[in-house]
């Protein structure tokens, strides 16, 4: 074989050094999804058996797609390595004076490159950590669904995203020590003094921040629970760092400050044991004495019964309204989900009015009776 072709010279480099270049760049395209599986297993036998984890695939799936981009890096910067020109070239150049002595700071192409691969690689790197974390996390929240307690279902997610906050300010230390040469150490005292303009300027944010620890620590309510809110009523979703989520009972999403829910009083409907419900039957002004008095003892009687109540019903002639006679009825419904709550409501309500129809009662309805009197002598 005729070696004198591989060592000629285009544009600065040896045909060799181009094959090299293009050879590295096709076997990382041929072979980057294949070791960026067989990475992803080995990671897996070291992260799985901290985690008890069954299943392999849905770690794969997390991590496939950031480790083929960071074997991508490795493989294209050892490609571009193989090349000499114009990679050497100096694209700034600048004399400084220390001490009276001249040092002559030069960057170059390669250089530039170089820094530019070191920030995707740490880029990339901390991308592959934090898909282990979303993947540890999602183990935890599993095995929190499958324990009573709701604590756990709000905690790890909390954890993770403290977790992932922490990993990317560490990258960011990462990136100005290695990348820019920032002395890191001098910026961290730095936020010392820093940290008090700072912590002015985001006084509402470290307030709701510590709301969601003090949540945490007293546990008013947790993921799940429903609570009455001001005016809004609804079931917890999410506790973040800086804020709640609520659903509404009309399915809509509130934000809710932590501030605001630790300093507000709140009601979790979800610890109470009852449901208590109180309301008027208005009858007619002209039901008999005994027709009022058979019908609240038939709906006490009918109330007892039902399974879902708490056995303490009262139906009591109330009072005397402008346009009825009041019957108020009183009783808890021991039920909390409320689309239960609402259907036994729903169906006591038709008992009701089946009593009173049954007992030849009539319902009252806002009314009112007119008197004209006429002058004498111009009576129709």
């Known amino acids: 074989m005729n070696y004198s072709i591989l060592n000629q010279i285009f544009l600065g480099n040896s045909v060799k050094s181009y094959l090299l270049f293009a050879g590295i760049l096709i076997f990382g395209l041929l072979f980057k999804r294949i070791f960026s599986k067989l990475f992803s297993k080995l990671l897996f036998k070291v992260f799985g058996r901290f985690v008890n984890s069954e299943n392999p695939q849905l770690f794969i799936t997390l991590l496939i797609r950031p480790i083929e981009i960071l074997l991508m890096l490795v493989i294209v910067y050892m490609a571009i390595n193989q090349l000499s020109f114009p990679l050497n070239e100096s694209v700034f150049t600048r004399e400084t004076l220390v001490n009276n002595t001249k040092i002559l700071y030069q960057v170059t192409v390669i250089r530039v490159v170089d820094k530019v691969f070191i920030l995707l690689f740490i880029i990339s790197g901390f991308w592959v950590l934090l898909r282990i974390i979303d993947f540890i996390a999602i183990v935890f929240i599993y095995r929190a669904s499958l324990t009573v307690s709701k604590s756990d279902d709000q905690m790890v997610p909390f954890i993770k995203e403290l977790t992932k906050i922490i990993a990317i300010i560490f990258a960011v230390f990462v990136t100005m020590g290695s990348v820019f040469n920032m002395n890191v150490a001098t910026i961290i005292a730095g936020l010392g003094i820093g940290g008090i303009a700072i912590a002015l300027a985001a006084q509402d944010t470290l307030q709701n921040l510590l709301g969601s620890f003090t949540i945490f620590a007293d546990k008013p309510f947790v993921v799940g629970d429903t609570i009455r809110f001001d005016k809004y009523e609804g079931t917890i979703e999410k506790v973040g760092f800086r804020s709640t989520l609520l659903r509404t009972l009309d399915k809509t999403l509130v934000i809710i400050p932590n501030k605001k829910l630790v300093d507000t009083p709140l009601e979790n409907l979800s610890l109470q044991n009852l449901r208590r419900m109180k309301f008027n039957v ?99």
């Not at 409320?338 to 409501?345: A, G, L, Q, S």
């Not at 009701?352 to 004498?376: C, D, K, L, W």
């Open 282 to 380: 208005a009858l007619k002004y002209n039901t008999k004495t005994t027709t009022m008095l058979k019908i609240s003892k038939e709906i006490e009687e009918y109330v007892n019964k039902h399974e879902a109540t708490s056995n303490d019903a009262l139906a009591t002639f109330d009072s005397f309204g402008d346009s009825a006679l009041n019957l108020q009825v009183l009783y808890f419904i021991e039920i909390l989900d409320y689309n239960k709550y609402m259907r036994i409501r729903q169906e006591v309500n038709y008992g009701i009015m089946e009593i009173v129809t049954r007992n030849g009662g009539e319902f009252a309805f806002p009314s009112q009776t007119v008197y004209h009197q006429y002058p004498v002598g111009k009576e129709l």
